[in-house]
Structure formats: C-alpha cells, structure tokens
C-alpha cells in the first residue's frame, strides 16, 4: 500500500494542524510520509505556497486543509472519527 504524502515545511501552522488532523484520522491504516520542502529544491518549486499538499499514490488529495471526504473517496472506504 502506498504512503500518504505530505509536503509541509517547519514552522507552518497550517501543516501542524493538517499533520495532527491526519495522523489521527488514518492512525494504525495507512502510513503517513511527511516531506519537508525546503530539504528538496523540485519540492521546494513545486509547492512552495502551496503547503500543506496531500497526495496518495500521485494524485493530490488536498491543499491547507484536510478534507475529509476526499480523503475517503481517494482511499476507499469511510474513516471513521478517532475516538476521544
């Protein structure tokens, strides 16, 4: 099975909150693979205001904000809300 995909940078708020969001949501299902852009010059170009970026298996799943139902679509199935 393929990772999760994400392309953040340190110091972003917005891929703190997606990370933790995302992390809680596919815990124990999928691996999540956190790239920071600023290691990579391509990343860096290709993402560089765009973080954070989500993608699985190539195709982006969403951009600042994790969205839930693309999320399901994309990976097939419903994930349910972590339990609190």
């Known amino acids: 099975m393929q990772p999760l995909i994400v392309y953040s940078r340190q110091g972003c708020h917005l891929c703190e909150v997606l990370i933790e969001e995302l992390l809680q949501l596919v815990r124990g299902r999928f691996e999540v693979l956190i790239c920071d852009i600023d290691s990579r010059e391509d990343w860096k170009r290709e993402y560089d205001t765009r973080v954070p970026f989500v993608t699985y298996d190539g195709e982006p799943i969403c951009k600042y ?13 419903s994930l349910n809300e972590p339990n609190s």
């Open 65 to 77: 904000h994790l969205d839930r139902e693309a999320l399901t679509r994309i990976l097939g199935g």
